[in-house]
């Protein structure tokens, strides 16, 4: 069965993409950390990220590092965090999060963000990518 992420990639279910391309998408999450969270995703489905071709591993690094930089001129922060976890969807995703504090890096209790927000947040990340 497909996962959640294959799934909108296929268009099956709504995303908000602020980046495509032939290996990876990056998306907005739909339990954002704070306004601006991305979850980039490579479109082959690999559940462990230490398993992941070291060719993927490097072009997910680049396009995290070129989000990072948007996310930073979208969304102005001290930080923006990686995480990697990989127990909520068996499909590797990485995590970049704007921060200000410790306290904004938390993966459970968060709520889930209006269509519109994510839209709106999209838009501004992927016009900070221009």
Do not use: N
């Amino acid at each position: 069965m497909a996962s959640v992420y294959t799934r909108i990639m296929q268009g099956e279910l709504p995303g908000h993409f602020v980046h495509e391309d032939d290996r990876c998408v990056a998306i907005m999450t739909i339990q954002p950390m704070k306004p601006g969270h991305v979850l980039v995703i490579p479109r082959e489905e690999i559940d462990h990220w230490d398993d992941l071709p070291s060719d993927l591993a490097d072009h997910l690094m680049a396009v995290s590092r070129r989000v990072t930089k948007a996310i930073k001129r979208a969304f102005p922060c001290k930080r923006v965090g990686l995480l990697i976890v990989g127990l909520e969807v068996p499909h590797v995703h990485i995590h970049l999060t704007p921060l200000d504090a410790m306290e904004d890096i938390r993966v459970v209790g968060l709520d889930m963000a209006p269509a519109e927000e994510l839209a709106a947040a999209a838009e501004k990340i992927r016009a900070a990518l221009d």
